[in-house]
């Protein structure tokens, strides 16, 4: 499966860390399970570009066996931060193998691969800072308010 390059990629990669978050600025993240239909639905529209270790290739191999997502599997860590363009980061979680300090394995058998589990989050950097919309919100509250009163209003 081929996705195209449209400069607004979606990021995937097996794990989230603070330094992929630092070229946001302020802002608001949602996060969301998503499924497998609209995972492609998704890097149909914008693209993709995969993060991992190479060590992590045949757990992406599994993936793309088990879920026919067509992700390459790249032959070095590409690093990345989240900007403007790139706002959107899939998140594999992988449940099952074992870790150590909390980080996968550069190794596992094929049985311990047979065990694993996945599901996919994706994170999505908002432009605009929840609380921005907040205080607009309320002025736009506000303002109607001010107008309803005013379409209301009786002469004594």
Known sequence: MSY??????VYVSL???NTMLTGIGKGTITREEVSVDYLKKLFGKYGVIVSAKPEQA???????????????VPQELKLFQ??????????I??????RKGGSLLPEY??????????TFVKY???????????????????????????RHRTDN
């Open 4 to 9: 195209p390059k449209t400069g607004q990629e």
């Open 15 to 17: 794990n989230l860390s």
């Open 58 to 72: 045949r757990l992406l191999q599994i993936v793309n066996e088990t879920f026919d997502l067509g992700l390459d």
């Open 82 to 91: 989240l900007s403007e363009q790139h706002r959107r980061l899939v998140v």
């Open 93 to 98: 979680n992988v449940q099952g193998l074992r």
């Open 109 to 118: 058998t094929e049985e311990e691969f047979n065990e694993a589990t996945f």
């Open 124 to 150: 999505y950097v908002q432009s605009r800072h929840y609380d921005d919309l907040v205080e607009e919100n309320k002025k736009l509250k506000y303002d109607l308010d001010q107008e309803l009163e005013w």
